[in-house]
């Protein structure tokens, strides 16, 4: 396509000037945002309002739009059901038998931790939930990981409470804007939850690495004791997550730990809810501020 | 180059609505709209894992710019980009930077081929993509993981390409669909 005539400035001295301080704006809005990204590389908490205020407003369009996902995904589900029926039902009604006989003695198991809490002289209960609220977006083209919520400072929630669905750990709240509150999800890069085996309790730290896995590092090295299928929790050091909640299960091993599939797809999640922050006296003051003590209790931010 | 277009349509004697014309302010306001719908889709309901999504607003800002030279200005990437950085994730400031400089490099681009046909258009997207998606991988980051990770974004962000472009094309007709009564 050839050029358009009204590009060619010609003699016109007001043509020239339109297009040379064009290209002046242009280099001047890459030196802006040179500076905007170095003041805001300092100091990550620098602009949060900006972008609170900002996914304020759309929350309500995409609080709707999330109904409207919720109801396409069950459309899938129906379907792709209907074909696998028969086999589904078979194998559901024996693993309900299996099912069963472990609740009767798991709810004996409960009864006797109470009694022996009792004993202790433990009162300490589960704390209610904050709120519950949708996920309402994520950062779905960027490779920081971050989802929006539909609550925020109004329902409650403040910046650093764990977020988590009910199969498991989905992040923790790193912005609160009046009406929804953006998470740092624990694939992201900069989360580190403090996890332990289920069955054993080995500790280790569990890294996002950006495409939907955890990196698991274990904290005593030597021989990996890691199998694949082993189901970490969170272990509750930091003081930040509840401790006993499901995080992730072990898919491949490596030398010093292995990686390990998110329980809680958060695109699978409709609905999370937010907790209080397990132990406060423990917990860093700020759980945004950078450095690498903060860095071992939950999570960095930038 | 709006004034002409509207004359070259008003003149065409085979035109059904010979008293309407376009209105200004969508024809001017319609590429800053759809660039900033773009930008908008990290409110789409799609929870994802892992970065999948093309950065849309980036291909709408490319294909604008190829399909319509002149119509942004060289310097749209500054208030685009920061409408894009409120929404997108990334460190405020990183799409300021990265498109106002996509933006001057294909305005040199342009002014060395003026003659350009799909593949070349397409040639140079794709360049620009392979340079935008690792560089703002390396902006919002501090430890850098393996860039399989951005792999398949690459692939869909290259190939859906010349989709934006077409959907970049249809906006453009409505933008000079002509419905305003004249006289």
């Given at each position: 396509m050839a050029p358009p005539p009204n590009r060619r400035t010609g003699f016109s001295r007001r043509a020239q000037y339109t297009t040379f301080f064009g290209y002046l704006a242009a280099g001047l809005g890459a030196l802006v945002g040179g500076g905007l990204l170095i003041a805001s590389l300092t100091d990550s908490s620098r602009f949060s309002d900006v972008r609170t205020t900002a996914t304020d407003v759309t929350a309500p369009v995409a609080r709707a739009a999330a109904a409207s996902r919720a109801e396409s995904r069950g459309v899938f589900d129906a379907i792709s059901g209907y074909f696998a029926a028969g086999r589904q039902n078979a194998a559901l009604r024996r693993e309900v038998e299996h099912a069963r006989v472990k609740l009767v003695e798991a709810q004996s198991i409960a009864e006797e931790n109470r009694r022996l809490k009792e004993l202790l002289g433990l009162t300490k209960q589960d704390p209610r939930p904050v709120a519950v609220a949708m996920?309402?977006?994520?950062?779905?083209?960027?490779t920081r990981r971050f989802a929006t919520i539909s609550a925020g400072s109004r329902q409650g929630i403040a910046i650093g409470m764990p977020v988590r669905s009910p199969l498991g750990l989905v992040g923790r709240v790193l912005e609160v804007g009046s009406s929804s509150a953006r998470v740092l999800l624990i694939t992201d890069t900069e989360s580190v939850v403090p996890v332990r085996r289920a069955s054993d309790g080995i500790p280790a730290f569990a890294t996002g690495r950006a495409d939907g896995t955890l990196q698991l590092r274990l904290?005593?090295?030597?021989?990996?004791p890691l199998k694949r299928g082993d189901v970490v929790v969170t272990s509750g050091s930091g003081g930040l997550y509840r401790p006993g909640t499901a995080v992730a299960v072990v898919d491949t091993l490596l030398p010093d730990g292995g990686i390990a599939r998110v329980l809680s797809d958060p695109g699978a999640s409709e609905y999370v809810t937010v907790e209080q922050v397990w132990n406060p006296a423990v917990a860093p003051a700020s759980a945004s501020a950078p450095g690498p003590a903060n860095l071992n209790q939950g999570g960095a931010t930038r | 180059m709006i004034q002409s277009r509207l004359q070259r349509q008003l003149s065409d004697p085979f035109r059904k609505k010979i008293n309407r014309a376009p209105s200004p302010l969508i024809a001017i306001v319609m590429p800053w709209l759809t660039v900033m719908l773009g930008s908008l889709s990290p409110t789409w309901p799609v929870i994802a894992s892992a970065p999948l999504l093309p950065p849309l607003g980036f291909l709408v800002l490319l294909s604008w710019r190829q399909l319509r030279p002149g119509l942004l200005p060289v310097w749209a990437g500054l208030p685009l980009g920061l409408f894009d950085d409120l929404y997108s994730g990334q460190p405020l400031g990183s799409a300021v930077l990265l498109w106002s400089i996509a933006l001057i490099v294909l305005e040199v681009i342009e002014l060395r081929f003026p003659w350009r046909n799909f593949l070349l258009d397409w040639l140079v997207a794709a360049g620009l993509i392979l340079a935008y998606l690792p560089t703002a991988m390396g902006i919002a980051m501090e430890t850098t993981p393996s860039p399989i990770v951005l792999a398949p974004q690459l692939l869909i962000s290259i190939f859906a390409y010349p989709l934006v472009g077409r959907l970049v094309a249809l906006f453009d007709r409505l933008r000079l669909v002509r419905f305003r009564k004249l006289g």
């Open positions: 996920l309402i977006g994520s950062t779905s083209s960027s904290i005593n090295l030597g021989i990996n | -």
